[in-house]
């Protein structure tokens, strides 16, 4: 059943975004109606500084084609300190996975504001389109989906 | 018979027919193992023990057992995988390696139904040693390095090639096959012996079980880091645990490799440990291997390959405990 | 097993005009451990909830997932829909179908497989969820108001007038900070101590206050609801209980030493009251000054004293106290211009002044009696120049921000001036005025009108020239040099936070911003609020401000601190992190990285093997965390973990979203 | 050597017959003389057979962590990389530093491939010091970062079928784990399968997440002692993983090592208004 094999294939990218600052923001778009692509789902968490870099290993191994990690912009953290530690964990996290050869769109973080909804809009859908331009993550696949005969 | 040295080659690509050959490999310069033959080079017979043994033809690191579906109607399928296989180039240490397995897996109380289908489908060809490694000694465990008594076929050395012996129906299938590349004559040249030696001997066995609290155990165990380099590397070693792989409504139930050296090996479910240090850990495998196999399959489990006493990171070596034990004991031979 | 229900919500057209709802509820029955699903007109309405209910009873559901809108929307009312349900409220999940679905994507077959994927990550994600119950903490109802300037004051008399306890620690000999050292207020020119003393007095005698002068606070520990506070008071070396105030010790006291009050103008005795109208009227002895304290020598107070109440043996004491609320209220000092600003002759000129210096020269009670008299000759000044600005506004020298009220003070002054001192000049130097309030741009017309000249320019440098302070500067209006011969220059210098802030900022863990003011919750949504719960501020201590905002952030932190207290006990939410002990090793990798240092390291007994042991491991203070999570990402072994957003239950719903 | 060798034993049997500790840890003989094992001597006359030659390769801090609550002091010898993991565990709060004694001794590098770009032979830590230092030898950052640039250079499809091939090899025996310093849980987060982290599964991506997951838990504490990469049995260059996050974080924030007496505290413990940041 897996969506990898047919053409007008769409990427699949899972979202982290901090509730007090992106997720009010991507709410925001949908109060103004914007549109963006549908290839983003968003998993709500209480700050950035939430997300554990092992959570961005699991959505990869699990088939998602893109990670995004948004946040707050720094200083303006509900939890004051929250995303500094966010920053430093991903400045290095993103180049390890570079590192390992996932191709550097494939894993983004930006710091986007409650009122930031267009940038909200504006950084899905140019991630959408990297992300389809690169094609399907074949990186860190689980044996599950060799098994289904497309991977690699 | 004997299988001259240039008939190899041919002789294998005969068998090929039969199944896939797995031949000692080296993948590179530190590790090597029994992978694939390529179809055209000769296998390197001269390499002393492959650092993974052979066991993982037969007791894979990791076997899906069931597939199954839960959401829409549910569905439970046996995986079944047991491809034809002929092991070429298995020392002695390794055929009994396989010899033990076989006693546990196809027992007379249980068999077991994935070992016992992936051991149908497999020929063991064994290769006596030209010369043994700087860790081996299982000419001190009751095995020679010429025989390989449970193997399907054997190739004793000679000047010119290899003596053919067969020795199950498996063995004779074989021999059959390569009945026009076999000629008479040659006789094996004599066996070389293990520069390691340790006293073993089945009284120490008995002893060993009785001396449970004896404090050696605790001089002994203390530089063991707990990994599991020992036992995924021992031949004999087959502890295994059964784990399954879900994506919400399907899934695969698989068995893989499991350590007793691992510190959550034996911990229950209230967090309880019966064997919480290292000590009860390397006392149950030495024991394991020296005297509780023996007790209920007659043979001893260590089949002296030496690739725990080589990649140890810590260096502990069995051999030093057997015959630190045996003079402590007074059991020496 | 589970028995989960999903409600998949129409929103009228809103969510149903672009998802296919249907499909989707039809997908969630395929979901193992999915009893029920079904869609909804209006989920969030009463008959919507009422059928939620009923299908709960009659499915005996213990999970439920609605998608709908957004969780920001009506978490909090299904949340309090299930509190009369047999499912906890926190075993909710609610997948967001409509501002970040149906709103937002046109192409219907893409949107539905988005709100399946949505659908399918809730149902994942509740699985794993636990039910979690508010738990509550005591609150003592005293509140502790660290700073008595009219801030403090206000603050105090609000809260204590609704009836609970306040303790005020000063850490001068009397309250009433700078403001009862101002002598008018503008715009209404009424008289700063006509307005403060009545208060101060007030604060004086009111029962439900009580009042530590010469005090510091050296250690806070706990949280909100009950702040463990240590205050430390100095020696004063006279019996505040016995004392009556009568003042005789201080006519007899041979020993004369500069007034910090009066800015050094005039002299005062080693025992002393700051000011006449000091609260509490008694006085103190200045260690550093007294000859008995010093050499030995002397002890007239103590001889004259009728009521014997001077005690030179007396030592600093410490009290510990119980506070249920916190208000920060440290008030400002002015930015050293002296170090700053040597082109301004860097303190060399005595007649060269600062704005509370003058405010010392020109109040009825002051060393001056109300004559402006410079402070050099003592003569009266003829050309008086007030420059503005000075470290307001100049990241370079000073600071980058605007003070806020010298623009209104100096207009004050040269009122005062004018006068005062009639046919006197006043010339004020400015980059811009700024008369924000009400009444303040008539009083600034007015200033105007009464002479005062405004040059719109900077001064450059200040030099002696036969015994005038000659100030060349630039007015920009003419685009011409200027210089003016004076008399006396008053500088309104910038407000800075009140030295040795930063040692009970980090005592308080209270986050301050760059330039060392104490961080308000949020600018503009919660001023009277810091990040830690149970701690307000008030005043100058968060900013630059004039009185009226001062007085106006007082009250409204007395009202937060009146709602704190409103309630025996307070609800503390069940999202915070728990630490389990068993898989802790101790490590404090935690620690270090949470923002309310709500994680502490303790001992505990455990068991290595056969022996009762100590270990260290850490814990979490439920009243100081607020949820964020930042400690889970640093733990590695994951011992502590986020109740609500646990590891399992991202790791669940991450996997939910590829299949 | 011999003479540290008779000073070592001298010094323990002088440690165990005073009773200041309850146990040496140090290198003992085994039958293969290139070979020699960590013993654990607890009465004097055991102290002759402690040995320091060439082959004196195995770490000996983590043997503190088997009994995370002594009663009596517990002596080490320690080596240059020694020291560090011994600063390592005691910063990482599992062990006290008053309940060891450490004997120094310095170290003209053994024969292990990562003695060639040590940068602290002699001890940085120790209560008494057998023999005089040793000079050092002067590694450039090129020099320790040299297997990481030379990955750095490859294309992503290179990268990723390198450490596809690498990762393939892993058997899951978690000697890495063990044999690590800065890997000092009490209980591991492979351990818990119930929370779901790491399957037991052994396949290509679940080692790849298992090394990649390792490197990220001690990357910012690694004090490059290359102990994993001596025990691996299927030889795998981890330290690349761990030297790859020290090289970005001093690449980052600065100069960075780690278990030396001045060393900065765990970074990312700690931030900084003014780091730098891509993600604007």
């Known amino acids: 059943m897996s969506v990898k094999a047919d053409p007008n294939w769409e990427p699949k990218i899972l979202a982290f975004c901090c509730n007090w600052c992106t997720y009010t923001g991507a709410d925001l778009a949908g109060l103004n109606r914007m549109k963006y692509p549908a290839n983003v789902r968003v998993v709500r968490l209480p700050c950035s500084s939430r997300v554990n870099p092992q959570f961005i290993l699991r959505a990869f191994q699990k088939g998602c084609d893109g990670v995004m990690v948004c946040g707050c912009h720094p200083g303006d953290c509900h939890y004051a300190t929250g995303n500094y530690f966010t920053r430093r964990r991903f400045m290095l996290m993103k180049r390890l996975l570079e590192y390992n050869g996932i191709d550097p769109q494939r894993f983004q973080a930006r710091w986007i504001s409650g009122s930031e909804a267009a940038k909200f809009r504006d950084t899905v859908t140019r991630v959408a389109g990297e992300i389809k331009a690169l094609g399907p993550n074949t990186r860190f696949q689980e044996k599950w989906y060799e098994e289904g005969g497309e991977a690699q | ?333 | 097993m589970s028995r989960i229900g999903v409600v998949v919500c129409h929103c009228g057209t809103n969510i149903a005009g672009v998802v296919d709802v249907e499909r989707v509820a039809a997908e969630a029955a395929k979901l193992p451990n999915v009893v029920f699903a079904v869609t909804n007109k209006y989920t969030c309405s009463e008959p919507g909830q009422a059928t939620m209910k009923a299908a709960i009873e009659e499915h005996q559901l213990d999970r439920l997932v609605i998608c709908s809108c957004s969780p920001r929307m009506h978490e909090a009312t299904f949340r309090r829909m299930l509190k009369d349900t047999r499912i906890n409220p926190y075993m909710l999940e609610i997948a967001n179908l409509r501002e970040q679905c149906a709103w937002v994507h046109t192409d219907k077959e893409k949107a539905t497989e988005k709100a399946i994927d949505l659908m399918r990550m809730a149902v994942a994600k509740v699985e794993q969820n636990k039910p979690l119950f508010t738990s509550t903490i005591p609150i003592h109802k005293k509140c502790l108001i660290i700073g008595g300037g009219i801030a403090g004051i206000q603050a105090a008399l609000d809260v204590a007038d609704a009836g609970y306890q306040v303790t005020i620690v000063e850490r001068e000999p009397s309250i009433g900070g700078h403001m009862v050292m101002l002598d008018k207020t503008f715009p209404t020119l009424d008289c700063s101590a006509c307005i403060s003393t009545p208060k101060m007095v007030d604060v004086g005698q009111h029962p439900n206050i009580t009042l530590m002068t010469s005090s510091e606070v050296v250690n806070v520990g706990g949280y909100v609801g009950s702040f463990e506070v240590t205050i430390k008071q100095k020696a004063r070396y006279v019996d505040h209980t016995k004392c009556t105030g009568c003042g005789l010790c201080e006519t007899k006291c041979p020993t004369k030493v500069p007034s910090e009050f009066n800015q050094g103008y005039n002299k005062r005795t080693a025992i002393y009251k700051p000011f006449a109208q000091a609260v509490p009227a008694k006085p103190v002895i200045d260690p550093d000054s007294c000859k008995m304290l010093k050499e030995g020598k002397c002890g007239v107070c103590a001889k004259v004293c009728p009521l014997g109440c001077i005690d030179f043996k007396d030592t600093a004491k410490e009290y510990t106290e119980t506070y249920g609320a916190i208000i920060v209220a440290t008030g400002y000092d002015l930015i050293p211009w002296q170090d700053l600003y040597g082109e301004y002759g860097g303190g060399r000129y005595a007649d060269v002044i600062t704005g509370l210096q003058f405010e010392r020269l020109v109040n009825a009670s002051g060393p001056t009696e109300g004559h402006i008299l410079r402070p050099s000759d003592g003569t009266e000044p003829k050309d008086v120049v007030i420059i503005k600005c000075v470290g307001s506004r100049d990241p370079h020298k000073g600071k980058s921000y605007c003070s806020r009220a010298c623009c209104m003070y100096s207009a004050k002054h040269a009122h005062q001036i004018l006068e005062k001192l009639p046919g006197a000049n006043v010339y004020i130097f400015y980059m811009d005025v700024r008369t924000p309030g009400k009444g303040y741009e008539e009083f600034y017309d007015r200033t105007r009108a009464d002479g005062a000249v405004y040059i719109r320019g900077r001064v450059s440098k200040i030099y002696k020239e036969n015994g005038k302070l000659v100030c060349k500067g630039e007015d920009t209006l003419l685009g011409k040099p200027v210089s003016v011969q004076a008399d006396m220059v008053v500088l309104a210098t910038a407000m800075v936070p009140a030295v040795g802030v930063e040692k009970l900022t980090t005592m308080l863990g209270i986050a301050t911003d760059p330039d060392k003011w104490v961080q308000e919750a949020h600018p503009k949504l919660r001023p009277v609020e810091t990040q830690t719960g149970g701690i307000f501020l008030a005043g100058t201590c968060q900013g630059p401000k004039d009185i009226p905002d001062t007085v106006a952030q007082a009250s409204a932190a007395a009202v937060k601190v009146c709602g704190l207290f409103s309630k025996d006990e307070m609800e503390t939410s069940p999202m915070i992190s728990g630490v389990d002990q068993q898989k802790c090793c101790g490590c404090g990798f935690c620690v270090n990285c949470c923002p309310y240092k709500a994680i502490s390291l303790v001992e505990i007994d455990a068991r290595e093997g056969a022996r009762r042991v100590k270990k260290t491991v850490a814990s979490v203070n439920s009243g100081l965390c607020q949820g964020c999570g930042c400690c889970t990402a640093a733990c590695r072994t994951g011992a502590i973990d986020l109740s609500g957003y646990t590891n399992a239950q991202i790791l669940k719903e991450v996997d939910a979203l590829c299949l | 050597m011999s003479d540290i060798q008779s000073a070592l034993r001298e010094t323990a049997k002088k440690l165990l017959t005073e009773g200041t500790v309850t146990c040496v840890i140090g290198w003992g003989e085994t039958r293969f003389p290139d070979k020699t094992t960590p013993i654990f001597v607890k009465t004097p006359e055991d102290a002759e057979k402690l040995v320091w030659n060439a082959h004196c390769v195995c770490g000996l801090a983590k043997y503190m962590l088997d009994n995370r609550c002594p009663e009596g002091k517990l002596a080490i010898c320690v080596r240059g990389c020694d020291s560090r993991a011994v600063n390592r565990i005691v910063e990482d709060k599992q062990y006290k530093r008053e309940d060891l004694y450490l004997i120094g001794l310095p170290c003209e590098g053994k024969d292990a491939p990562i003695c060639a770009t040590c940068t602290h032979r002699n001890p940085v830590v120790y209560d008494v010091l057998l023999g005089g230092p040793v000079p050092e030898i002067e590694v450039s950052q090129e020099d320790r970062f040299q297997a990481v640039t030379a990955l750095e250079g490859l294309t992503p499809a290179e990268q990723y079928d390198y450490w596809q091939k690498q990762f393939s090899k892993c058997i899951h025996c978690y000697a890495c784990r063990n044999a690590c310093p800065a890997c000092n849980c009490t209980e591991c987060y492979a351990d818990q399968y119930r929370v779901g982290w790491q399957g037991k599964q052994i396949d290509k991506a679940e080692n790849q997440v298992y090394g990649l997951t390792r490197a990220f838990h001690v990357g910012d504490r690694c004090i490059e002692c290359g102990e994993c990469e001596r025990v691996c049995p299927m030889g795998l260059p981890i330290m690349s993983q761990t030297r790859k996050i020290l090289k970005d974080i001093n690449d980052l924030w600065g100069n960075y090592e780690c278990g030396l007496t001045d060393s900065r505290p765990h970074i990312l413990g700690e931030f900084d208004l003014s780091d730098r940041d891509d993600f604007m």
């Open chain 2, 1 to 333: 018979m004997q299988l001259k040295r240039e008939n190899l080659i041919p002789a294998l690509r005969l068998l090929a027919a039969q199944g896939e050959i797995l031949v000692p490999t080296a993948v590179d310069e530190k590790v090597s193992k029994f992978a694939p033959w390529d179809g055209s080079s000769a296998p390197d017979l001269a390499l002393v023990n492959t650092t993974l043994p052979p066991k993982d033809t037969l007791f894979p690191h990791q076997e899906g057992m069931y597939r199954y579906k839960t959401a829409g109607e549910p569905s439970l399928e046996e995986i079944v995988e047991a491809p034809a296989r002929i092991l070429f180039g298995v020392r002695p240490c390794d055929a009994r390696s396989i010899d033990c397995m076989d006693k546990v897996f196809l027992g007379d109380k249980y068999e077991d139904a994935f070992y016992a289908r992936r051991r149908a489908n497999v020929t063991v060809i064994a290769h006596t040693c030209a010369q043994t490694g700087p860790t081996c000694f299982c000419d001190s465990m009751g095995l020679s390095p010429a025989e390989a008594p449970s193997a399907d076929l054997l190739l004793s050395d000679t000047e010119t090639g290899w003596l053919v012996t067969a020795q199950t129906e498996k063995g004779e299938a074989v021999a059959a096959l390569w009945k026009d590349l076999t000629a008479e004559g040659g006789e094996a040249a004599p066996a070389p012996a293990c520069t390691l030696k340790t006293n073993m001997s089945d009284a120490l066995a008995g002893t060993l079980v009785s001396r449970f609290e004896d404090p050696i155990w605790d001089e002994v165990c203390h530089a063991c880091l707990g990994c599991g380099t020992c036992t995924y590397l021992c031949p004999t070693c087959y502890c295994f645990d059964i784990n399954h792989e879900d994506h919400g409504g399907e899934g695969t139930q698989f068995r893989c490799w499991d350590s007793c050296m691992f510190s959550d090996y034996t911990r229950m479910a209230g967090g309880h440990n019966p064997r919480p240090s290292k000590k009860e850990r390397l006392r149950n495998r030495y024991l394991h291997k020296l005297a509780y196999f023996k007790e209920r399959y007659g043979q001893i489990l260590c089949v002296g390959c030496g690739r725990c006493v080589g990649h140890c990171p810590s260096h502990l070596d069995i051999t030093a405990f057997i015959d630190k034990a045996a003079e402590r004991f007074g059991e020496g031979k």
